[in-house]
């Protein structure tokens, strides 16, 4: 019977988790290095689950912190060796997915919210948007209920861009309109 697709036995799984961690720029967990490289029907979370490990234990992975993992110097190394036994298809669909990862977790790093109960029962609620330099805004709420403050973390996790760009320009439109 004829194989399908790019994985076919353990040593194509691990290939494939040397491409992918050699190409993201933060740490990931198990789930996550499986969801970047699921794009082959023949790959499974067992597979992942059972060579992240073996790939740790061999020193191709590093942990960097509990259940948080990225690729060595080694597996760097190996990866620069094998990443052409990948199919092409599975590689532009893997390096797609991480370039997202890499996206979405550079942008996790830049926004940053913490909930602070307040002594007669509300809580404030402390978001702050910063760039590769420095912080770019910081803005203090005050939410009577911890669901409420829940709330506005994610939704200024969402959208904190979008309300920098609308205080700036708020505020410059005033300005300009008094002179």
């Not at 993201?24 to 198990?30: F, G, K, W």
């Not at 948007?129 to 200024?156: G, H, I, V, W, Y």
């Amino acid at each position: 019977m004829e194989q399908r697709g790019f994985i076919h036995d353990m040593l194509d799984v691990k290939v494939l988790i040397l491409f992918v961690t050699a190409k993201a720029l933060y740490p990931m967990d198990v789930q996550k290095i499986y969801e970047l490289c699921y794009q082959d029907d023949c790959l499974s979370y067992f597979d992942v689950s059972v060579a992240v490990p073996e790939m740790v234990q061999s020193g191709h992975l590093e942990e960097t912190e509990p259940g948080q993992y990225i690729i060595s110097e080694k597996g760097r190394k190996h990866e620069e060796v094998t990443h052409d036994a990948i199919a092409y298809p599975v590689m532009q669909r893997a390096l797609a997915a991480v370039e997202r990862f890499n996206r979405e977790a550079r942008r996790d790093n830049l926004i940053r919210t913490e909930i602070i109960p307040r002594k007669d029962g509300d809580f404030s609620v402390v978001m702050s948007l910063d760039d590769e330099k420095s912080n770019l805004m910081t803005l203090e709420l005050m939410a009577p209920t911890q669901q409420q403050a829940r709330q506005l973390t994610k939704a200024f996790h969402k959208r904190a861009e979008s309300l920098f760009s609308s205080i700036v320009k708020e505020l410059l439109d005033e300005a300009e309109q008094k002179k």
